[in-house]
């Protein structure tokens, strides 16, 4: 809060009208809760740090059958738009070497609609698109926030005719959809992101007539592991686009510290030579040698894997702020849940601000609505950060409870997994059935 109280005294502080619903963040979680109320006739509006929407993520989502489900709950008709943008996944394939050798080989299909595989900036694009354009607010960075009775005062920071300036913004609700590195949650809680000791590589390139790799076909996923997963490999084709992504594990820290600030960079210079670099331990990957050289430097990102660890409470000043998405569950890609969930949560939350929105969102029933979105979401999401936490195969990540379990109880493990995940909405804090994910 000093820090806070220090910017508004340093700044020309604007005051402006009271709003009902304020979301700090433009990403995927953000939009798509924005485009759930206002398909419920309830104003909300968006307020992104970005003079623009970002588009250097250079990544891709997997939109399985509960991001679907969520989608469709936000905006009937919206993966229709979703995937004319993007490509449907029939076929997975999955191979683990051994110094050179495979050792593992599988290939699994999906039913034609199942899976959606797209890049990032598509969907966020499509999400805004959608919205009304003075719903959406750019160049405005939450600083912090303030409660008062029955609601919160929402700091933002913006310049002006080369001014910096303080909006102060009270609202009914403010949504903390601000990302792993949320200034929401620093205030509410001050942990910071965890290292999950993964150093990541990746790039989409424009390859509409498929050339960057011989044995990718449009919609396919290809996984790759070599030296008992200390380095992983991913192909994916989103139709016009395909990513290729390299992920090595980093128990020393060595290849985190070559990082400038920490923190992810689109075409830091060295970027490629590294992680041509990483390659140099595995055999037999000579097309995804080929593939980087041919990449751009300037369009490949390059950072640490990280993750929020569970906390029990999403909310403060009694119901009046909330986390969603990564702020609130952000968890390691590997299952490829991030933005599935934040999908779930935007769905989720839209049904609950629709029931206190019949109570013209009084103080009540916004607190109601709050409560009850912790009570369905928090013990979902435990389980699913346990468990992408349990991916990384890095042992002082995985829960004490998954290290002694056999191959066998393993694979029961991700089945049931699987199984009560893609039964979103119904069975959200867990399944009765499931052995492991009651």
Not at 21 to 31: E, F
Not at 143 to 167: H, L, Q, S, W
Not at 282 to 302: H, K, Q
């Amino acid at each position: 809060m000093d820090g806070l109280e220090g910017s508004i005294s340093n700044a020309q502080l604007e005051v402006a009208p009271q709003m009902d619903i304020v979301i700090a963040g433009g990403g995927l979680a953000g939009l798509a809760l924005a485009l759930g109320l206002q398909e419920r006739h309830i104003q909300a509006h968006v307020f992104e740090s970005h003079p623009v929407l970002s588009a250097a993520t250079a990544t891709v989502i997997g939109i399985g059958t509960n991001g679907i489900t969520a989608l469709e709950g936000i905006k009937p008709g919206l993966t229709t738009a979703i995937a004319e943008a993007s490509a449907y996944t029939i076929k997975f394939s999955y191979k683990s070497y051994i110094n050179g050798q495979e050792e593992i080989s599988r290939t699994t299909t999906r039913s034609p609609g199942d899976w959606i595989t797209v890049r990032w900036e598509s969907v966020q694009q499509i999400l805004a698109s959608f919205l009304h354009k003075s719903s959406i607010c750019f160049s405005h960075k939450l600083i912090g926030y303030k409660p008062f009775k029955g609601g919160v005062e929402a700091y933002f920071r913006y310049t002006a005719d080369n001014i910096e300036k303080i909006k102060m913004i009270p609202c009914k609700l403010l949504i903390g959809a601000d990302g792993i590195w949320s200034v929401v949650r620093k205030q509410m809680v001050g942990d910071p992101p965890r290292y999950l000791k993964l150093m990541n590589w990746n790039a989409l390139v424009y390859d509409p007539d498929l050339k960057l790799f011989d044995d990718v076909e449009r919609g396919d996923i290809n996984y790759r592991s070599d030296n008992n997963g200390r380095t992983k490999n991913i192909i994916a084709n989103t139709g016009d686009y395909t990513m290729w992504l390299l992920r090595k594990r980093d128990e020393t820290g060595d290849l985190a510290n070559s990082l400038v600030e920490g923190k992810a960079r689109r075409g830091a210079p060295g970027c490629k030579s590294r992680v041509l670099k990483q390659l140099d331990e595995v055999v037999g990957w000579d097309d995804l040698r080929v593939a980087i050289e041919a990449t751009n430097e300037e369009i490949i990102i390059e950072r640490r894997m990280m993750d929020r660890l569970p906390i029990n409470k999403w909310s403060d000043a009694d119901g009046h702020v909330l986390l969603i998405g990564d702020a609130a569950h952000a968890q390691y890609t590997g299952p490829g849940q991030g933005a599935r969930t934040a999908f779930e949560d935007a769905h989720q939350l839209s049904l609950l601000l629709e029931v206190a929105n019949a109570s013209s969102l009084s103080t009540e029933s916004i607190e109601e609505a709050v409560r009850r979105f912790e009570e369905l979401r928090i013990p979902r999401m435990r389980k699913m950060q346990e468990y992408a936490a349990y991916q990384t195969m890095v042992p002082e990540f995985q829960p004490d409870w998954t290290k002694n379990l056999t191959t066998e109880e393993r694979e029961r493990m991700n089945q049931e997994y699987i199984k009560w995940v893609g039964a979103y909405p119904d069975k959200q804090q867990g399944d009765p059935e499931s052995f492991y994910y009651k």
